[in-house]
């Protein structure tokens, strides 16, 4: 009686305005969902609970199908009772559908959301797939997102593709590195990493790395370059390239630019530009061709040079420059006897620039002798010019 006291109409017929304790007690009429219904025509309908027997039913059409136990069927219904409420005509085909393309049941216990994707859809993935040559389809091929699945899809082509062109990853690193197959055969027993990495992907690092003008031949001296992901050798090489440092430049240091960290990449990137800014300046392609200028001596003779002083291509630009700088244009050192002692250009600048002010003090003629002593050694050897009284 209190719940037709309350369902009366709100307005005075007799006056046409709401009573306030009508407006009142409406803000407590319960809804629908929890009370039974004032209108006849509003009913709440509670989802039905799958039954036991629709549960066995459908346990041993998965048993069937799956060649699985009955019981290992309704444990996994029992776990997932959306497979038992769904629709009959979409679970009985969708299941029939993942049965006959050799889905297993190991897989459907992972998957078991598979069946809210529509049957269309997984039907389609599974036809698209097997036409690209997948063999065999799994569930983790297809349960996913449309954006993920084109992504997994478009790798797998291309997979089949570099399949289809190399017969092995042996076969492709002779084909793209000038490698024999005895020698591509040592570097993957060698490399694990190389011998788990796809094909596709092998084939992708190695074409970047020559997008960017890096030969073959430093891939094939530095092959643990291909260890770094696609992401990582491209935003490397792409921050060198703007910065002005190319392959060509640093054809020795470039490819230890990229292996570095991103601290060290950085510091790294620094002392290149410094390099590149020396070269640039005096015409000089490298290092080599640097010294060899500066010093007006052949190729010949820097490997002369480098025989005495095996570090000498080893010292850092910007100090080679200084100190030659302090030899040459300072203190007039002929450039006769930088050749003849190159080891002198290991000095700290501050060091050098020491030794030749004493020796010009004391009116010594400079020798490299004198210049690749080592400091007990000069020590002495200023002493005995002291005692001959040459100060």
Not at 304 to 330: H, M, Y
Not at 376 to 387: H, V
């Amino acid at each position: 009686m209190a719940l037709r006291k309350l369902a009366c109409p709100l307005v005075d017929h007799a006056f046409g305005w709401i009573r306030p304790w009508q407006l009142q007690a409406a803000a407590f009429i319960p809804t629908a969902k929890t009370c039974v219904s004032i209108s006849s025509e509003l009913q709440y309908s509670r989802k039905q609970v799958p039954t036991d027997e629709e549960l066995q039913v459908r346990a041993k059409f998965l048993a069937t199908q799956f060649h699985s136990s009955e019981g290992e069927m309704q444990h996994f219904l029992s776990s997932n009772s959306r497979l038992v409420s769904m629709g009959k005509n979409k679970f009985y085909s969708l299941t029939q559908l993942l049965a006959q393309h050799g889905i297993s049941m190991r897989e459907l216990l992972i998957y078991p959301n598979v069946y809210r994707r529509k049957y269309e859809t997984v039907a389609n993935r599974i036809r698209q797939l097997e036409e690209g040559g997948v063999k065999p389809v799994t569930l983790r091929m297809i349960n996913t997102t449309y954006k993920k699945y084109q992504a997994k899809y478009g790798r797998l082509m291309l997979d089949t593709e570099v399949y289809e062109q190399f017969k092995s990853s042996i076969d492709l690193l002779s084909s793209q590195l000038g490698l024999s197959e005895k020698e591509a055969e040592d570097i993957i027993s060698e490399s694990k990493w190389l011998n788990n990495t796809k094909m596709s992907t092998l084939k992708d690092k190695i074409e970047l790395l020559w997008s960017y003008g890096i030969s073959s031949e430093a891939i094939r001296e530095r092959m643990w370059v291909l260890a770094f992901p696609t992401d990582t050798l491209r935003s490397r090489i792409e921050a060198l390239k703007k910065s002005g440092i190319n392959f060509k430049d640093f054809p020795k240091q470039y490819l230890i630019a990229i292996k570095s960290s991103d601290d060290k990449f950085k510091k790294f990137q620094e002392r290149l530009l410094e390099d590149k800014t020396i070269l640039d300046q005096s015409g000089c392609s490298d290092k080599a061709a640097y010294i060899c200028s500066r010093l007006s001596c052949s190729e010949v003779d820097l490997v002369t040079l480098c025989k005495k002083f095996r570090a000498l291509l080893s010292v850092r630009l910007p100090k080679l420059k200084t100190n030659l700088d302090v030899l040459l244009k300072e203190f007039g050192v002929p450039k006769s006897v930088i050749v003849e002692s190159p080891r002198a250009l290991r000095l700290s600048t501050e060091t050098l620039r020491e030794r030749l002010q004493q020796l010009q003090d004391l009116e010594v003629p400079v020798s490299g002798r004198a210049l690749n002593m080592s400091n007990a050694q000069y020590e002495q050897f200023m002493e005995r010019l002291k005692e001959k009284g040459s100060i």
